[in-house]
């Protein structure tokens, strides 16, 4: 089944303590990018590579990074979270860099 | 600012009855597309409609895209308690960036 697939969906964490969620599609797209939502401002996107090794900053990429050492995965990391990266995140991949298929989200709350 | 913005922001309808929402943007686009969103889950692409299109279908799902005016409209035709959900279009200015503007989205809910 094509999908894209991110975990964890669900995370508790403390400030500073450094995470990673995962993203991965079977589709073998290559665009993929990170979004966060949150209330009364919609999806705004963090990050997004557009191939193996090419990544480039979103509207909001203060406090992230990101990785693309494999065409399948496209892992977020927060190295320092703090509470204002409370937000659910979506990852989302493309062939043709228009349609775009999302992730189930990862739920994140920083304490 | 975000380029999308929907109207309205919540609709409640019975099941049977047509649904419209709009959306508005500022500037010029590539495409326009929509997505559903389940409660809190993935966002599930519906339509997309290119900036050279005035209308499109698919199913029960009728978009119209009016560039003059920069708006786009979402008519979801017989609707289904199924259909409810949180409705988004998002603009697509084309290019290397892969970024989608999304909206605030309407809150569609479809009474048994």
């Known amino acids: 089944e094509a999908q894209v697939t991110q975990n964890p969906r669900y995370l508790i964490t403390v400030t500073g303590k450094k995470l990673t969620v995962t993203c991965s599609q079977n589709m073998n797209h290559e665009y993929m990018s990170w979004y966060r939502q949150d209330p009364g401002l919609g999806l705004r996107q963090i990050y997004y590579?557009?191939?193996?090794?090419?990544?480039d900053k979103g509207d909001v990429p203060e406090g992230y990074k990101v990785s693309r050492k494999e065409k399948r995965n496209f892992p977020l990391i927060l190295e320092s979270p703090s509470p204002n990266q409370t937000s659910l995140y979506f990852c989302?991949?493309?062939?043709?860099?228009?349609?775009?298929?999302f992730g189930p989200g990862t739920r994140l709350l920083v304490l | 600012s975000q380029q999308g913005e929907e109207d309205p922001q919540a609709l409640s309808i019975q099941e049977g009855e047509n649904a419209t929402m709009n959306c508005s943007y500022k500037t010029s686009i590539n495409n326009l597309q929509w997505y559903r969103q389940n409660s809190g889950r993935g966002l599930v692409h519906l339509i997309l409609?290119?900036?050279?299109?005035r209308e499109k279908h698919s199913g029960r799902l009728r978009v119209t895209l009016d560039t003059s005016k920069k708006s786009s409209s979402l008519l979801i035709t017989a609707s289904r308690t199924a259909d409810t959900a949180s409705y988004f279009c998002?603009?697509?200015?084309?290019?290397?960036?892969?970024?989608?503007?999304f909206g605030t989205g309407t809150l569609l809910a479809v009474q048994p």
């Open positions: 989302a991949s493309s062939f043709s860099g228009e349609t775009q298929y």
């Open positions: 998002a603009t697509d200015f084309g290019g290397a960036t892969n970024k989608l503007i």
């Open positions: 590579s557009m191939n193996v090794e090419v990544t």
């Open positions: 409609i290119r900036s050279n299109e």
